[in-house]
């Protein structure tokens, strides 16, 4: 069953303004592999459309961990859906950064809500 950040805002001003997300995956689990789908989303002031910016499914061998870095132009509000199959023993986390690599928002997988089904891409 998959997760979601929800809607989360970047502010348009300045230096407060998220330009990057970094999604990092750990299979904590000794010897069973986990199979990791993510789905990140932008969307514009309208907040009606999602648009896709990135759709990843890989498999993480265990005792193993990736991060994976998305650039969140013209993004007024973001979102991650994140799932994981296989190894029970999964960590996925959300952060965004601002242009000179500070962490302004951080979304711990104990924060993330679920919901019943990914979003369709077309």
Excluded: K
């Excluded at 498999?59 to 991060?67: D, G, H, I, N, Y």
């Excluded at 601002?98 to 711990?108: A, C, E, K």
């Amino acid at each position: 069953m998959p997760y979601t950040t929800g809607l989360l805002f970047n502010s348009p001003n300045g230096s407060d303004r998220a330009t990057q997300l970094i999604v990092t995956c750990l299979n904590d689990s000794l010897n069973i592999p986990a199979n990791i789908e993510l789905q990140v989303f932008r969307w514009d002031t309208s907040q009606t459309t999602r648009i896709p910016i990135g759709h990843d499914l890989f498999q993480l061998t265990p005792q193993a961990s990736r991060t994976l870095l998305y650039t969140l132009n013209t993004a007024d509000y973001f979102e991650v859906q994140s799932d994981y199959f296989s190894a029970t023993s999964t960590v996925i986390q959300v952060f965004s950064l601002d242009s000179t690599g500070n962490i302004l928002q951080r979304v711990l997988q104990s924060e993330m809500v679920w919901v019943d089904r990914f979003t369709n891409i077309p």
